[in-house]
């Protein structure tokens, strides 16, 4: 199973700031967008925010203003910066690409690639 890997949850103060960032793996290729889902407790997944390989961006209305998406096509990798965290804010995010890879000689086109999920928790 191919995953995506994140670092950078972890505790903060409401207020404050956290940096996320998921690389994909050499074994993807074409990758068109890239991005981030949450998931608070007892709540569905959401969207957070996406970029395109053009840098087209789009945010959940409750994150514009202080969240920012941006990637780097070259080494695969996305990064969320999230300032002014309110506690709401607090979830498990999850990164996620389309995307193509082979494996067992089997090209596998248009899938859908998930990371394990960072705990990004906003409390005093």
């Known amino acids: 199973q191919v995953q995506l890997a994140e670092s950078g949850g972890g505790l903060v103060q409401p207020g404050g700031s956290l940096r996320l960032s998921c690389t994909a793996p050499a074994t993807i290729f074409s990758i068109g967008h890239m991005g981030w889902f949450r998931q608070a407790p007892g709540r569905a997944r959401e969207l957070v925010a996406v970029?395109?390989?053009?840098?087209?961006?789009t945010y959940a209305e409750s994150v514009k203003g202080r969240f920012t998406v941006s990637r780097d096509n070259a080494k695969n990798t996305v990064w969320l910066q999230m300032n002014n965290l309110k506690p709401e804010d607090t979830a498990v995010y999850f990164c996620?690409?389309?995307?193509?890879?082979?494996?067992?000689?089997?090209?596998?086109?248009?899938?859908?690639?998930w990371g394990n999920g960072t705990l990004v928790t906003v409390s005093s």
């Open positions: 970029i395109t390989s053009g840098g087209r961006t």
């Open positions: 996620n690409s389309d995307g193509s890879h082979i494996a067992g000689g089997k090209h596998y086109y248009g899938q859908d690639y």
